[in-house]
Antibody
Framework: QLQESGPGLVKPSQTLSLTCTVS??????????WTWVRQHPGKGLEWIGH???????YFNPSLKSRVSISVDTSKNQFSLELTSVTAADTAVYFCARSYSYFLDFWGQGNVVTVSS | DIRMTQSPSSLSASVGDRVTITCRASQSIDNYVVWYQQKPGKAPNLLITGANSLQSGVPARFSGSVSGTDFTLTISSLQPEDFAVYYC?????????FGGGTTVETK
């Protein structure tokens, strides 16, 4: 199971920070990429990026300059930071597990609104 | 980036109908396509991997196929619980990319 946590409201120009807690197995499971996906209101899915348990990260080029993903194996958590947010970053943010580049386990989603 | 062009964007169907949704990849990706179903307010649910391998627990009325760079999801006999949005995704390389989605709504 995966569960996102974090604020639902972020001010423009600030940093969006979300954490995903993984339960039911270690985050160090081989072959697992820990992933963030977002969905703008009424729109499709956008892959943000993922992290392997060795800390290696891969990001969507469209967001690469503003995104970081980290993992805390002691807490079985991974986190997303998105800097300099604008209204265009308003979305539902999902954490998920990627295995062989398909997403088999998802969190329920965290609605994030960017507004002053 | 690999572009996944999904069609139609929406369709109207009745219970019992056969439904077909297509995704075309912008380049050769072998059979590296997966399909998801998403219901309102929920996370996507993985249906099919490797173009045609049904995930455990997914009803057999769902199937996938591939012809070149064209990938198809078929629901052989639509059931009431199948009204949802369906997405394809290429699992060939990063950045992972999704089709635009197909809304299956009641006629």
């Amino acid at each position: 199971q995966l569960q996102e946590s974090g604020p639902g409201l972020v001010k423009p120009s600030q940093t969006l920070s979300l954490t995903c807690t993984v339960s039911g197995g270690p985050i160090t499971t081989a072959g697992s990429y820990w992933t963030w996906v977002r969905q703008h209101p009424g729109k499709g899915l956008e892959w943000i990026g993922h992290i392997y348990n060795n800390g290696r990260t891969y990001f969507n080029p469209s967001l690469k300059s503003r995104v970081s993903i980290s993992v805390d194996t002691s807490k079985n958590q991974f986190s997303l930071e998105l800097t300099s947010v604008t209204a265009a970053d308003t979305a539902v943010y999902f954490c998920a597990r990627s295995y062989s580049y398909f997403l088999d386990f998802w969190g329920q989603g965290n609605v994030v609104t960017v507004s002053s | 980036d690999i572009r996944m062009t999904q069609s139609p964007s929406s369709l109207s169907a009745s219970v019992g109908d056969r439904v077909t949704i297509t995704c075309r990849a912008s380049q050769s990706i072998d059979n590296y396509v997966v399909w998801y179903q998403q219901k309102p307010g929920k996370a996507p649910n993985l249906l099919i991997t490797g173009a045609n391998s049904l995930q455990s627990g997914v009803p057999a009325r769902f199937s996938g196929s591939v012809s070149g760079t064209d990938f198809t999801l078929t629901i052989s006999s639509l059931q009431p619980e199948d009204f949802a949005v369906y997405y394809c995704q290429q699992s060939y390389n990063t950045p992972l990319t999704f089709g635009g989605g197909t809304t299956v709504e009641t006629k």
